[in-house]
T-cell receptor, first 116, second 113 residues
Framework: EDKVVQSPLSLVVHEGDTVTLNCSYE??????LLWYKQEKKAPTFLFML????IEKKSGRLSSILDKKELFSILNITATQTGDSAVYLC????????????????FGQGTILTVHP | NAGVTQTPKFQVLKTGQSMTLQCAQD?????MSWYRQDPGMGLRLIHY???????DQGEVPNGYNVSRSTTEDFPLRLLSAAPSQTSVYFC????????????FGDGTRLSIL
């Protein structure tokens, strides 16, 4: 059974702090790992990672994948109150033993709270 | 360009009632899927479709039906609602090609009494 585990489950920091969110996985027929940010409504896409060791960066957010050790980290530097959200990690794998991909297995999410 | 649109946003049902959650996308995405999100459990895949006329079961399909008669629409039917189906439901869509992330609708919050 595919499994994705995120840690910590919740985190409280102050503005300006740097945070690291962790995601480990056990998935058959892995294709990619995705990070989403969820505020009050829809998860919004942050990063898709397919290759080990290549950092993806967007502003203050960055992420990297280690396919040998089966984990990924999401870093947020100089946090702001607007970064408060649930951060979801998901791993994409093949659909039901077929040749198509698209099955996402999600972790429980990390609740990040940034205080002013 | 509206993206992924889900209706209704909120719904309260009585046990045993049936209803359909609507999902539409205007991006010509081949792949569409339904997830449910419960506290402490992340999102779980209910059903998915890789194109019009093709659907298959995900991780938690029991109690739900889907159909995909057009590329744009992917409704989710609850046949006989049960309290265990109280959840937030998300529809997502994407292109089938490599490197195409799934995009989510705003969700439907469903309560079964």
């Amino acid at each position: 059974e595919d499994k994705v585990v995120q840690s910590p489950l919740s985190l409280v920091v102050h503005e300006g702090d740097t945070v690291t969110l962790n995601c480990s996985y056990e998935v058959t027929n892995f294709r990619s790992l995705l990070w989403y940010k969820q505020e009050k409504k829809a998860p919004t896409f942050l990063f898709m990672l397919t290759s080990s060791g290549i950092e993806k960066k967007s502003g203050r957010l960055s992420s990297i994948l280690d396919k040998k050790e089966l984990f990924s980290i999401l870093n947020i530097t100089a946090t702001q109150t607007g970064d408060s959200a649930v951060y979801l990690c998901a791993v994409e794998a093949r659909l039901n033993g077929g040749t198509s991909y698209g099955k996402l297995t999600f972790g429980q999410g990390t609740i990040l709270t940034v205080h002013p | 360009n509206a993206g992924v649109t889900q209706t209704p946003k909120f719904q309260v049902l009585k046990t045993g009632q049936s209803m359909t959650l609507q999902c539409a996308q205007d991006m010509n995405h081949e792949y569409m899927s339904w997830y449910r999100q419960d506290p402490g459990m992340g999102l779980r895949l209910i059903h998915y479709s890789v194109g019009a006329g093709i659907t298959d079961q995900g991780e938690v399909p029991n109690g739900y039906n889907v159909s995909r008669s057009t590329t744009e629409d992917f409704p989710l039917r609850l046949l006989s609602a049960a309290p265990s189906q109280t959840s937030v439901y998300f529809c997502a869509s994407s292109y089938r090609g490599r490197g195409q992330p799934q995009h989510f609708g705003d969700g439907t919050r469903l309560s079964i009494l």
